[in-house]
């Protein structure tokens, strides 16, 4: 039983991993950006071996051969769970390193290639002042931890009957 578990465990790590070229393909060429669920694809280009602007079935074939041989780090012709796993992280590494670039071209306003705490997102000094004008119903310029849990009261299960940014208005 249990290496029947092993067994379908890694089969299916394995097609999952391997599915990604096939998806791109039927995606009509809208590759590069996350999947049916939010997996990563491989770059159009990347499959696109010859660079005609086009996917063939043998490119796509290559790709995915390509892609199972670098996982097969022991050359024995299958995945072990050792190198299922290890690709895996290699890819959620390359996924991590993707996410912080996008932040950091996102968020750095002055392009030096670094974010300072000035340039964080919720660091804009009106949005902290409405906040508090919006939370602040005894009008002392201060929230209390009485007064926050009153606006999280007035926002129900699930944000049910929010005002802007879950806060500030009863539902009906």
């Known amino acids: 039983m249990k290496r029947a578990l092993i067994i379908s465990t890694t089969l ?4 999952a991993l391997l599915a990604g070229t096939a998806m791109a393909h039927q995606s009509g060429g809208q590759m590069g950006g996350k999947g049916m669920r939010g997996g990563m694809m491989a770059p159009f280009e990347d499959i696109d071996a010859d660079g005609d602007g086009k996917i063939t079935q043998a ?5 995915r ?7 097969d780090t022991d050359g024995d012709g ?3 769970a ?3 796993a290890a690709a895996a992280e290699k890819r959620e590494a390359e996924r991590r390193a993707n996410m ?3 932040m ?8 030096d290639g670094k974010i300072t705490a000035d340039e964080m997102p ?6 902290a002042k409405s906040m508090i004008e919006r939370l602040d119903t005894d009008g002392d310029g201060a929230v209390s931890q009485a007064e926050l849990d009153a606006a999280k009261q007035m926002r129900g299960p699930r944000g049910e009957g929010k005002g802007e940014r879950g806060f500030g208005k009863k539902s009906h």
């Open 122 to 127: 919720g660091n804009d000094a009106d949005r």
């Open 65 to 71: 051969a390509a892609k199972f041989a670098e996982a």
């Open 100 to 102: 912080g670039q996008r």
């Open 12 to 15: 299916a790590t394995g097609f």
């Open 59 to 63: 490119e796509i074939d290559a790709h």
């Open 82 to 84: 050792e190198e299922l």
């Open 78 to 80: 299958a995945l072990s």
């Open 104 to 111: 950091l071209d996102r968020l750095d306003a002055n392009k």
